[in-house]
């Protein structure tokens, strides 16, 4: 199914999971200062919180992904206090998982934190991230 709007997340037949991928997109493609960039990002959090709730553990990453790309919305409208504490969470929820995933989500944080002129922190993360190994081909 092509994107091409963010009421194809609503479009019947569309599974929860290709729907907060679709918002995720739109919400990547919208210019920086308008498209309602923020409140699909913002719905696409909402929809995998519900996801994860239903089935702990399964659906990590996309709520991570969701975080990560709200946390990168608000950071380029300069709301880095606001961003900060989804890119902890995305942090946080890819800690278990590892990996790639990881690594993006520390350097969410670390622009966050550069942001709000916590340089140490944002040092800390970046380096933590490159402690990381690479995955397998």
């Known amino acids: 199914m092509s994107r091409n709007g963010p009421d194809d997340a609503t479009r019947r037949g569309t599974s929860q999971v290709e729907a907060i991928e679709g918002l995720l ?6 210019s920086r200062w308008g498209g309602g960039a923020l409140r699909n990002a913002s719905q696409a959090v909402a929809m995998s919180r519900t996801l994860v709730g239903e089935s702990a553990g399964k659906h990590t990453d996309l709520l991570a ?4 790309t709200t946390a990168g919305i608000l950071l ?3 709301k880095a206090t606001e961003a900060l ?7 946080a929820l890819t800690r278990a998982i ?30 933590e991230a490159d402690q990381i190994p690479p995955a397998d081909c």
């Open 25 to 30: 997109a739109y919400a990547r493609t919208r």
């Open 65 to 68: 992904r969701a975080l990560r």
């Open 76 to 78: 380029e409208r300069g």
């Open 85 to 91: 504490p989804m890119a902890q969470e995305a942090v």
């Open 98 to 127: 590892g990996g790639g995933p990881l690594v993006v989500s520390l350097h969410c944080l670390a622009g966050a934190f550069e942001a709000l002129h916590r340089y140490s922190e944002a040092a800390e993360m970046l380096a």
